[in-house]
């Protein structure tokens, strides 16, 4: 199965679904993690260091990375960024996309899932001046991110038991982000203590929460919906 996961900035998709990101991986899947822009700037960033910052990252989680090349904190759903969505996807091909959640205190994150959802259905039309051919998604989910200020009410929640400490190196590759910045040292910690929360839900070591705006298929137990994802 081809995955496509896309971030804003590098490191949401670490923060929101390193687990089940390390888990794909691991389970053979081809996961590929898309950074709609550079994140940068930020306090202790550079465009250089968030890029290595970001390779780090996707070696430790055994993926690959694709840089959008959109403008940070400039993030809009218009014609012609959903153009460059929509080519990403007729790339990969995924069978599985992942985009932040809808509802998020951070305007780049709600750009980020209009853009993914205009661009998913976009990159299905035929006699276009889209590269490539025509491509859809069968099943788009998406994950919180840590600028959501409520308490996610999940569809899905994924068992992520055995991949928290390699989420964890993930999200602390980012140095200057999770380190050196001090506002930010307790963020991997709460992010360890939210995967503990989800896995008590589902009676599991770790989980992630996975929010979708279409039907979820479930088979009542037969096939857990986290295998699938």
Not at 145 to 168: E, F, M, N, W
Not at 185 to 212: H, K, M
Request: hydrophobic residues 40%; aromatic residues 8%.
């Amino acid at each position: 199965m081809r995955v496509a996961v896309f971030g804003p900035h590098p490191d949401d998709q670490e923060l929101g679904m390193g687990g089940t990101i390390a888990r794909l991986a691991s389970h053979g899947h081809t996961v590929t993690l898309i950074d709609m822009t550079n994140g940068e700037p930020t306090p202790f960033g550079s465009p250089s260091l968030r890029a290595q910052e970001a390779a780090d990252a996707a070696a430790i989680l055994g993926v690959t990375r694709m840089q959008l090349g959109l403008v940070n904190r400039e993030l809009v759903n218009d014609l012609a960024s959903r153009a460059v969505v929509a080519t990403a996807i007729r790339t990969l091909r995924p069978h599985l996309i992942f985009a932040p959640h809808p509802d998020d205190a951070h305007p780049d994150h709600v750009a980020a899932c209009a853009l993914v959802e205009a661009g998913r259905f976009a990159a299905k039309y035929t006699k276009c001046d889209l590269p490539g051919d025509p491509w859809h998604a069968p099943q788009l989910f998406h994950y919180y991110a840590i600028h959501l200020r409520t308490v996610p009410q999940p569809s899905v929640i994924a068992d992520t038991t055995g991949y928290a400490g390699v989420k964890r190196n993930s999200i602390t590759a980012y140095a200057s982000q999770f380190v050196t910045n001090p506002k930010n040292t307790r963020i991997p910690d709460w992010i360890d203590a939210a995967g503990i929360y989800f896995g008590s839900r589902i009676d599991t070591e770790t989980a992630e929460p996975f929010f979708s705006r279409e039907c979820v298929p479930h088979d009542f137990g037969l096939d857990r919906i986290g295998e699938r994802i």
